[in-house]
């Protein structure tokens, strides 16, 4: 099987910055697509960037040259940057990782448990 762990959440000010991390262990073969989403208080969940594994990335434009997401494939790391934070921001962020298995049996999509951002006004 296949963990998740984020970490980084908190509470800051507008205009803060805040850095996410998050690590994934167990029966890894190796990991394409990783990802961050959010989900605010009845919203839908939604995807606030990817990165391959080669490094191309993409953003929802709300957050575009605010944030940057990252990854270290020797440590199986995806981070995400976020700048000048906004109370529109506030959400619990979840990552997600596309993941071959050691087995070599298929490609399975894995989620964190989520971690709270919430950014005052």
């Known amino acids: 099987q296949v963990q998740l762990a984020e970490s980084g959440g908190g509470l800051v000010q507008a205009g803060g910055s805040l850095s996410l991390s998050c690590a994934a262990s167990g029966s890894i073969f190796s990991i394409n697509d990783m990802g961050w989403y959010r989900q605010a208080p009845g919203k839908q969940r939604e995807l606030v960037a990817t990165i391959t594994r080669d490094g191309s990335t993409s953003y929802r434009d709300s957050v575009k040259g605010r944030s940057t997401i990252s990854r270290d494939n020797a440590k199986n790391t995806v981070y995400l940057q976020m700048n000048s934070l906004k109370p529109e921001d506030t959400a619990v962020y979840y990552c997600?990782?596309?993941?071959?298995?050691?087995?070599?049996?298929?490609?399975?999509?894995?989620w964190g448990q989520g971690t709270q951002v919430t950014v005052s006004s």
């Open positions: 997600n990782a596309r993941v071959v298995l050691l087995t070599r049996q298929g490609t399975f999509m894995y």
